[in-house]
């Protein structure tokens, strides 16, 4: 079993907590971030647009030891910069830290209303080629009540280790949120 970061927007957070409750029988970690955990040195650093510190630290604090980013896509993900932040850290190695796995997985409120936008660093890494797909990440509807959700997060720790993400992955991070309407 293998530990996983869980990446959403705050409005999710609800269904973000019942997706983590439903599937924690599938790994060792489900983690995910609140940015005050970081403190507010983490802030000012942000706001300074120093790309390298926020992904280090967003890798140090949280993603470190994970070997899957898993987006959970509602209606407003793709406008939250934090979700940018942590799509960057996990597609970047660094010294201590390998780079993870990414997919995204539509949350059932956003299945329900045909919301489907992806955050761009994520859609970046979602390649076709004549149908088939070749990116570095996956994009799946709401995941199944079985082991389907560990199926995928083994598929994207595996193209991990054979593809390099999208170039231009991990720079010009989002340094507002977008407008979500």
């Not at 705050?10 to 940015?35: M, S, V």
């Not at 970046?124 to 959700?149: E, H, K, M, W």
């Not at 560990?150 to 991990?170: H, I, K, Y």
Request: charged content about 25%; aromatic content about 10%; overall charge negative.
């Amino acid at each position: 079993m293998r530990n996983i970061f869980l990446s959403f927007h705050q409005d999710d957070e609800l269904e973000a907590n019942i997706w983590c409750r439903r599937f924690e029988g599938y790994f060792n970690e489900i983690r995910t971030l609140g940015l005050d955990e970081l403190g507010d040195d983490f802030a000012e650093h942000i706001e300074s647009g120093d790309d390298d510190y926020v992904m280090r630290r967003i890798r140090e604090e949280e993603i470190a030891g994970t070997s899957c980013t898993v987006v959970l896509i509602g209606k407003c993900t793709w406008a939250r910069r934090y979700v940018d932040w942590e799509i960057a850290a996990t597609l970047r190695n660094f010294d201590n830290s390998k780079r993870g796995g990414l997919i995204g997985v539509q949350l059932p409120s956003a299945e329900d209303h045909g919301w489907a936008t992806l955050p761009s660093r994520l859609a970046l890494n979602i390649t076709q080629d004549n149908g088939v797909d070749t990116g570095y990440a996956r994009f799946y509807g709401p995941a199944p009540s079985d082991g389907t959700i560990a199926a995928w997060v083994d598929d994207a720790v595996a193209r991990r280790d054979e593809l390099d993400p999208a170039t231009g992955s991990t720079t010009g991070l989002m340094l507002n949120n977008r407008n979500c309407s």
